[in-house]
């Protein structure tokens, strides 16, 4: 498609943001959300939590750095959409590969550039996430709008099984660093098994880099499955979509905990072991997309700026006796972090492995490692 094709942005309420298009040509359909990342296109386009999402980037100027094959977070681009203010004419850095029109086409990924990004954000802000649809080449704003009206809410849509690995693998390979690109893992020391809901490959990095031979399994495997293979510790990972409706993973994961194996949790993760001990989860209004939101750990009182990603939150006033609250958010004081008293089970909402954002909370994959060992040593 000619660069600069016109496209729309048409949000359900029949709010019209007319710009042009930056991607591939044609229709897409999602939950229209903003992040407020300032780095990190790449990363949060592969993030397959956002399947099913159209992604606002509030920051203004983005494809500055254009794309390469190494910040990608899985095996391929999963929002439904991307929306930008401002396209800068060049693209320029030193792992540069292509620029961020050329990399959207290939992906197939219908964005549009040049709307008022800050009058959306405003909207979503203040009515909440809502959906939407981008035309581009072809517009017909009225069927934008209708389409954007009958797409399904969020709230009850099991994502996960639909974007996680269809078998078994072993992960290689630990976190980047400048002058080596990617390390290869570390020596290894624990065996864990990691439930795929949508998993980002900087979780797996950073499991990795501690001495953990990663086993993951898809979504759907059951708790015998991953039981069998013997791990020190069983990791549930991000994902998209609704946790509520994923009934296998809640059975799994209760069946994992009920075993004593350690179990941590970032994300979808953390709501699915909520759900699985017996909280009940809630859809927030605009939830948290961003790599700068204050987190405070109630054990140390510390607060940490972290990366978060999430539509979906852990009702805190549910929390069964044998959870405790482990971190607040201070945007709005909900729950993000939960432990089990009982069981060595723990988890995360926002994101310590970053990819994008500050790597403050990666304290808790320390912790996993360490819940690994105290069991090992328990079990001799
Ligand atoms: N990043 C994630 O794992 C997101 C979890 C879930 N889909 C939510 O929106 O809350």
């Known amino acids: 498609m000619s660069r600069n094709a016109p496209a729309v942005l048409v949000l359900a309420d ?3 943001f007319r710009g042009f298009s930056i991607g591939a040509e044609g229709q897409t359909v999602g939950e229209v959300v903003f992040n407020t990342a300032m780095t990190g296109y790449q990363e949060i386009l592969s993030d397959p939590s956002y399947a099913g999402q159209i992604v606002t980037l509030t920051y203004p100027h983005i494809g500055n750095v254009g794309a390469n094959r190494e910040d990608l977070e899985s095996r391929g681009l999963f929002a439904a959409g991307l929306v930008i203010r401002d396209l800068p004419l060049a693209a320029s850095n030193w792992r540069k590969e292509e620029d961020l029109p050329a990399y959207l ?3 197939k990924i219908v964005a549009i550039a040049g709307i008022d990004t800050r009058r959306l954000t405003r909207i979503l802000r203040s009515k909440g ?3 939407g649809v981008i035309q581009a080449g072809t517009i017909d704003e009225k069927v934008a709008l209708a389409a954007a009206k009958a797409a399904p809410s969020m709230a009850g849509l099991d994502l996960a099984k639909v974007v996680s690995c269809t078998k078994g693998y072993d992960w290689n390979g630990s976190l980047w660093a400048l002058g080596t690109g990617y390390k290869p893992s570390a020596e290894v020391k ?4 990691a439930y795929d809901y949508g998993v980002k490959h900087n979780i797996l990095r950073n499991l990795a880099e501690r001495g953990c ?3 993951v399994l898809p979504a759907q495997a059951t708790a015998k499955d991953a039981l069998a293979l013997k791990p020190d510790g069983v990791f549930l990972s991000n994902g998209p979509g609704d946790p509520e ?5 809640i059975k799994a994961i209760r069946e994992v905990v009920d075993s004593g194996t350690p179990v ?3 994300c979808l993760g953390h709501q699915l072991l909520g759900l699985a001990s017996g909280a009940k989860t809630m859809k927030m209004k605009f939830g948290h997309h961003g790599a700068n939101h204050p987190v405070q750990d109630l054990d140390s009182m510390r607060v940490h700026i972290t990366s978060q990603n999430h539509g979906f939150a852990v009702d805190e006033s549910t929390l069964p006796k044998n959870v405790r609250a482990t971190h607040k958010s ?3 004081g909900s729950l993000q972090g939960i432990e089990r008293t009982d069981q060595p089970a723990f988890s995360f909402q926002g994101h310590p492995e970053a990819s994008p954002g500050p790597h403050e909370m990666a304290y808790l994959f320390d912790k996993f490692v360490a819940l690994m060992e105290k069991s090992k040593v328990k079990s001799k």
């Open 14 to 16: 029949g709010s019209t």
């Open 105 to 107: 086409e290939r992906h």
């Open 129 to 131: 996430a809502q959906n």
């Open 190 to 193: 624990f065996h864990v098994v």
């Open 213 to 215: 031979k990663v086993t």
């Open 245 to 249: 409706p994923c009934d296998y993973a």
């Open 264 to 266: 941590f949790g970032i």
């Open 330 to 332: 201070l945007f709005d």
